[in-house]
Structure formats: structure tokens, C-alpha cells
């Protein structure tokens, strides 16, 4: 999958609302709508590019300690040691 098609996957899946809470899409969720087109390090990539680009916000959790340890493990943990846990589509 190519940034590009990545980036329209992103979009199309967080205008769902049977995926989304709020209007906020769950990286955990985005990793399993993506499964198996792209490794983990690639997701994590573009959703930094994407960011950066300034197309999506990435957002912590406000409990992100009280989600069960799968689903903490799904998150995007930057080298910073930041856990961003929530997409918001712009």
C-alpha cells in the first residue's frame, strides 16, 4: 500500500461511525482495519508523516494507563516515550 492509498484509508475510516468515538478513530482500530497491507513500522511511518503534514492530529488517551495491556501495545509509542492512542482526520 502506498502512502497515498494509505492516507485515503485513514480518511475513509475515520469518517465511519460504527469505528469511531467522537469523531477520534483508535490507532489500535486502524491497525486491524489495516492488517496484513502494511508492517508496523510502516503504519507507524506514515501516521508520523501524516501528522507532520498536518492532515491528522495524533492524541494520547486521557486513561491510557486503564486500557488493557493489548490494546496499550497497539498504540503509536514514539521515541520520546509518548503514547498517542487517538487519530482526529482534518
Request: glycine fraction near 6%; charged fraction near 25%.
Amino acid at each position: 500500500m502506498s502512502y497515498d492509498e494509505f492516507k485515503a484509508l485513514v480518511r475513509d475510516l475515520a469518517q465511519r461511525d460504527d469505528l469511531t468515538a467522537h469523531g477520534l478513530l483508535s490507532i489500535p482500530t486502524l491497525r486491524r482495519e489495516s492488517a496484513g497491507q502494511l508492517s508496523r513500522a510502516d503504519i507507524d511511518a506514515f501516521l508520523v508523516q501524516m501528522h507532520g503534514e498536518g492532515v491528522i492530529h495524533l492524541l494520547s488517551h486521557v486513561e491510557f494507563d486503564t486500557l488493557p495491556a493489548a490494546v496499550r501495545r497497539e498504540a503509536l509509542h514514539m521515541p520520546s516515550g509518548q503514547e498517542l492512542y487517538w487519530i482526529r482526520s482534518l
